[in-house]
């Protein structure tokens, strides 16, 4: 389902997919005006692969010269889309789990001019985790809330999920060349999404493994993705509550970290001074240390129900007056952004 007129296209990230990207480009319907298979300087040459058994006038193989991960990969893609003038692009893996004709239920909340970003959902129904390996259940599960901190999206599932449908007006506002370029890619991306306030919609679509094997390590998860997620959940609240704006939720922040500072600082101090003297602490100094931790996370709590309410509810492509022409939608009532 897309908006009559509209240019559609999907980009495949290649590396290590020889043996599964046939059949995934073959199931790519006709609702799709451009395929961009991306070599992301694959040791199986699934792009020379692709040139030669596919007679699909809609794909285009683009080759890197280095390995650059799957987000290099993806935001090559981007901008061959965009330079293009596609309007709308998907992005599909080419190893076989993204089934193909799930396409035109990830454009519906574009097409209904409802979101900026669609994104698929594994954790939606039962049967979906049926399928789904409880290594990675269980991680996703974790990434998930993490990711909902970082990102603000609190409404958003299974952030890792990489079968997602992008408007051109948010990939626009998107600064594609500072994306991580990695394993870290969906993540960042719904972080830059939230910066530009755009709209994302989980899509409920299962998944299928087979007998692929991951390049994702969860040492290297342990490891590269806790300082990235710090660092982009620190930036997204200076950004959103004390730069773009200055509200209720910036008072309790700030609360918040002086009260569980001040608390720590005093009661660290004081029991460092109570264990070299051997002497307890006397009730008054407890309490002094106590009550600012207290107040502290009921301050938290505050500003995260504030940021549960901050969530973006008018796309990108409303605000910017691009639904007009080749992209008209009627769009049904939608509130204000918060």
Same mark, same amino acid.
């Given at each position: 389902m897309t908006p009559e007129g509209a240019r559609v296209g999907v980009v495949i990230p290649a590396y290590?997919?020889? #043996?599964?990207?046939?059949?995934?480009?073959?199931?790519?319907?006709?609702?799709v005006d451009v395929i961009y298979v991306v070599d992301d300087?694959?040791?199986?040459?699934?792009?020379?692969?692709?040139?030669?058994?596919?007679? *699909?006038?809609?794909?285009?193989?683009?080759?890197?010269?280095?390995?650059?991960?799957?987000?290099? #990969?993806?935001?090559?893609?981007?901008k061959a889309a965009l330079?293009?003038?596609l309007d709308i692009v998907v992005k599909l893996d080419g190893d076989g789990q993204m089934d193909p004709a799930h396409v035109p239920g990830l454009l519906a909340p574009l097409s209904r001019g409802q979101a900026d970003y669609a994104k698929g959902n594994r954790f939606h129904a039962p049967p979906f985790l049926k399928a789904m390996p409880v290594v990675r259940l269980v991680g996703n599960s974790a990434l998930s809330f993490i990711n909902k901190a970082v990102s603000g999206y609190?409404?958003?599932m299974d952030p890792t999920n990489g079968y997602t449908a992008i408007h051109r007006c948010? $990939?626009?506002?998107?600064?594609? *060349?500072?994306?991580?370029?990695?394993?870290?890619?969906?993540? *960042?991306? $719904?972080?830059?999404?939230a910066l530009a306030r755009a709209v994302v919609r989980d899509v409920p679509l299962p998944a299928f493994y087979g007998d692929e094997t991951s390049s994702l390590q969860v040492r290297r998860i342990l490891v590269e993705f806790p300082p990235k997620y710090v660092a982009r959940f620190v930036k997204r609240l200076i950004y959103m509550?004390?730069?773009r704006d200055f509200n209720?939720?910036?008072?309790?922040?700030?609360? %918040?970290?002086?009260?569980?500072?001040? %608390? #720590?600082?005093?009661?660290?101090?004081?029991?460092?001074? %109570?264990?070299?003297?051997?002497?307890?602490?006397?009730a008054g100094t407890v309490m002094v240390a106590a009550m600012p931790l207290i107040l502290g996370f009921? #301050?938290?709590?505050?500003a995260l129900g504030i940021d549960v309410a901050n969530v973006p509810t008018r796309p990108l492509s409303e605000l910017m007056g691009m639904q007009t022409g080749r992209l008209a939608t009627s769009p049904g009532p939608r509130g204000d952004d918060a």
């Open positions: 290590r997919v020889k #043996a599964r990207i046939l059949a995934v480009i073959e199931g790519i319907g006709p609702i300087h694959c040791p199986e040459g699934s792009g020379a692969h692709v040139r030669t058994h596919v007679r *699909d006038a809609r794909v285009r193989v683009i080759e890197h010269a280095a390995n650059q991960g799957v987000g290099g #990969a993806t935001i090559t893609g981007y330079a293009d003038g609190w409404h958003v948010a $990939l626009e506002a998107l600064p594609l *060349d500072r994306l991580d370029r990695r394993y870290f890619f969906e993540s *960042d991306m $719904l972080f830059r999404l509550y004390f730069v209720l939720g910036s008072i309790w922040w700030i609360t %918040s970290v002086v009260c569980v500072a001040f %608390s #720590a600082t005093f009661g660290g101090y004081h029991w460092w001074k %109570s264990s070299q003297l051997g002497q307890p602490a006397t009921q #301050a938290l709590i505050g």
